[in-house]
């Protein structure tokens, strides 16, 4: 039966405000992915014998290190391992606290008050406002970025304040352009380092300003590292933990997804200040009764292998290597992130004699459409794209054939920047 049919009946007047209220599923815009989605059908429905070159895609492209699957299949078999875990088993918690010294050199995680497991970071970003926001409270994000705790805040009855992240400040925020009014109501701050979409790397001194800001404030910084352990060129994965004072105003959260190739398993863990950790605990024991114990055992045997990681870096090293050259050589100002599997580059302003683009989007657009490329676009600190280095390709020569044939496909054009 289709939805129009019950937007008729009682059921619409009873959604929440949150989500819409009375007018939930009535609103006719069209978002940004599901219009890349349908960008991508039309592109594929017009040119059905060209490839499609996906570089927008946000995951790995490859499966877990099969020593990981294989201790999860050992693990899956144990009867002991079937049960609810609840707020996560001991194992998984020593492995993450070894894992933060070893990987990032930050000293004095209790495993036991300081650190638990979740399933995947995202669910701890949804969790964190109902630890802290009260209807009027405010939460700082960076923009262009990940929504999802600011999402949640509003649920609460909370505010959003957005701080642009800018070429010009390295794509860092600027604390110092944060209002006092804003500060002084704000409940937390949300930071993203290497960041998605930009792929910049904060610094250990930016970090030390965070501390600064978040005391004087009285703050509680939430850092979300999906990508820390993912550097290129010498950089060395930086934890905001490794900060003296990080531990006093804020948590860590860490997820296996993209520096384990694990996406789908679903697995992370929060990290620092024991009181936050404390709350978010019960929060999330009334939220959910743990990820599968076999899971966590596969995963504290990954937390023991960063060379894993170190591996998959490489891998991402090379390509980004290779898409900057390709986009410099056409004409963009691409720089190799430190950090990260994207690549955040400017949009051109138009084609030479021919099609203006007033925005990343519509540069995006006619990649997908007329060139088959597929990016996703950032209009929220200028006109921006996404590139990210997880195509698909099997071996360092099928990646320089699917980099060749997107620089081929962008040189029958000459783009004005």
Do not use: C
């Amino acid at each position: 039966m289709s939805v129009e049919k019950y937007q008729s009946t009682y059921i619409q007047e009873q959604f929440a405000a949150r989500i819409g209220g009375a007018e939930y599923g009535k609103d006719t815009n069209i978002y940004k992915f599901e219009k890349i989605k349908r960008a991508k059908a039309a592109a594929r429905k017009a040119f059905p014998d060209v490839e499609l070159i996906d570089m927008g895609v946000g995951e790995p492209d490859e499966m877990a290190d099969a020593g990981i699957v294989a201790k999860l299949a050992e693990e899956a078999t144990k009867p002991e391992n079937r049960g609810y875990a609840d707020n996560g088993i001991p194992e998984f918690k020593a492995a993450a606290a070894r894992y933060l010294k070893e990987v990032f050199h930050v000293d004095g995680i209790d495993a036991d008050t300081e650190v638990l497991h979740t399933i995947g970071a995202k669910p701890a970003l949804a969790m964190l406002p109902a630890v802290f926001i009260n209807p009027g409270d405010i939460a700082i994000l960076t923009v262009p970025g990940y929504p999802v705790l600011g999402t949640h805040t509003k649920y609460y009855g909370g505010e959003v304040y957005n701080v642009k992240l800018t070429q010009v400040n390295n794509f860092l925020p600027d604390l110092d352009a944060i209002p006092e009014t804003i500060a002084r109501r704000a409940k937390l701050l949300y930071l993203n380092y290497p960041n998605n979409p930009t792929g910049a790397a904060a610094t250990p001194e930016f970090f030390a300003k965070v501390v600064e800001w978040a005391k004087k404030y009285n703050v509680v910084v939430v850092h979300d590292a999906p990508y820390a352990a993912l550097t290129y060129d010498g950089a060395k994965p930086l934890s905001f933990l490794s900060v003296p004072g990080a531990k006093d105003v804020g948590v860590e959260l860490h997820s296996l997804s993209k520096s384990y190739n694990m996406t789908g398993w679903r697995i992370g863990f929060i990290a620092g200040n024991p009181l936050i950790v404390k709350a978010f605990g019960d929060v999330k024991d009334n939220s959910d009764s743990g990820q599968f114990i076999a899971i966590q055992k596969a995963a504290a045997y990954g937390l023991a292998h960063p060379e894993i990681t170190e591996a998959i870096s490489e891998k991402y090293s090379r390509r980004h290597n290779l898409l900057v050259a390709a986009l410099n050589e056409i004409g963009f100002k691409a720089e190799k992130p430190k950090g990260s599997f994207f690549l955040y580059v400017q949009a051109p302003r138009g084609i030479q004699g021919g099609q203006r683009f007033a925005s990343g989007e519509e540069f995006s657009q006619y990649l997908i459409r007329e060139k088959l490329i597929s990016t996703v676009p950032w209009d929220d600190a200028g006109p921006f794209v996404r590139f990210s280095v997880t195509f698909i390709a099997k071996g360092e020569a099928e990646e320089r054939r699917v980099i060749e044939e997107i620089k081929r496909r962008l040189t029958d054009v000459e783009f004005e920047f």
